[in-house]
């Protein structure tokens, strides 16, 4: 019960089902996801820590970026109400207005020009 309540409690916020919806189309770092969601970075950190408690994304280091993906749903050591919820989810809200404007920005932004002179 408790592991099924993390997982509905990550995903009771907005901006935490957009930030999936995004993660879900390509890799991304905080500073693109702030950015495209119009929040404030440490606020888009606080979204991302909860959905990676919950065990709905993923995180690595890459150099000085930490990027942030969807769990291998594939693997054995995946939550199963990850997996149920994570695969449903690449069909549902496809056709809402919020999720079709965020995912038309996805390509037009790029880590290294929003915060490539923070980080180097």
């Known amino acids: 019960m408790r592991e099924f309540?993390?997982?509905?409690?990550?995903l009771s916020d907005p901006n935490r089902v957009m930030i999936l919806k995004?993660?879900?189309k390509r890799v991304m770092c905080v500073c693109e996801i702030h950015t495209i969601l119009g929040i404030a970075q440490s606020t888009a950190?606080?979204?991302l820590k909860?959905?990676?408690d919950a065990g709905l994304v993923r995180s690595?280091?890459?150099?000085?970026?930490?990027?942030?993906?969807?769990?291998?749903?594939?693997?054995?050591?995946v939550n199963p109400y990850i997996v149920?919820?994570?695969?449903?989810?690449?069909?549902?809200l496809n056709d809402?207005?919020?999720v079709i404007n965020l995912t038309e920005k996805l390509p037009k932004v790029q880590r290294?020009?929003?915060c490539g002179a923070k980080k180097g």
């Open 112 to 114: 290294e020009i929003i």
């Open 60 to 77: 690595y280091k890459d150099g000085l970026w930490v990027n942030f993906t969807l769990p291998d749903i594939s693997k054995s050591d």
């Open 45 to 47: 950190s606080k979204h």
């Open 5 to 10: 309540l993390k997982v509905m409690k990550a």
């Open 50 to 52: 909860i959905l990676e």
């Open 22 to 24: 995004m993660v879900e």
């Open 96 to 98: 809402d207005v919020d």
């Open 84 to 92: 149920n919820i994570l695969s449903n989810l690449k069909g549902w």
